[in-house]
């Protein structure tokens, strides 16, 4: 079973930037569906960055354009640049692999594994 530890959080003013990084240990990132995600206390987890079935990385329209998700397979690590942070990034920031659901040509990522998280803080 893979494991993820994240870093990289902590306190910005807006308009500042970080970049956050997981690594994962215990198996291969390039075996699974991985993506960002990240969760204000009460409300659901929000998907930052994900890899669609096409390869694609989406994001919501309310990190488009400032976050950049990408993965380096051969250090088995996740990074998530965030630029120009707002205080509405104010979150726990976590990664997440899963396994592929095929269904005909494409595929769903059914997120099973999550690091422990690390805190993103941004003041205006």
């Known amino acids: 079973q893979v494991q993820l530890v994240e870093s990289g959080g902590g306190s910005v003013q807006a308009g500042g930037s970080l970049r956050l990084s997981c690594v994962a240990s215990?198996?291969?990132?390039?075996?699974?569906?991985v993506g960002w995600f990240r969760r204000v206390p009460g409300k659901e987890h929000e998907g930052v960055a994900e890899?669609?079935?096409?390869?694609?990385?989406t994001y919501p329209d309310s990190v488009r354009g400032r976050f950049t998700y990408w993965k380096d397979n051969a250090k088995n690590t996740l990074y998530l640049q965030m630029n120009n942070l707002t205080p509405e990034d104010t979150a726990m920031y976590y990664c997440?692999?899963?396994?592929?659901?095929?269904?005909?040509?494409?595929?769903?990522?059914?997120?099973?594994?999550w690091g422990q998280g690390t805190q993103v803080t941004v003041s205006s």
């Open positions: 997440a692999a899963g396994s592929r659901r095929h269904s005909g040509a494409t595929w769903t990522c059914m997120y099973n594994t």
């Open positions: 215990g198996g291969t990132i390039g075996y699974y569906c």
């Open positions: 890899i669609d079935a096409i390869g694609l990385t």
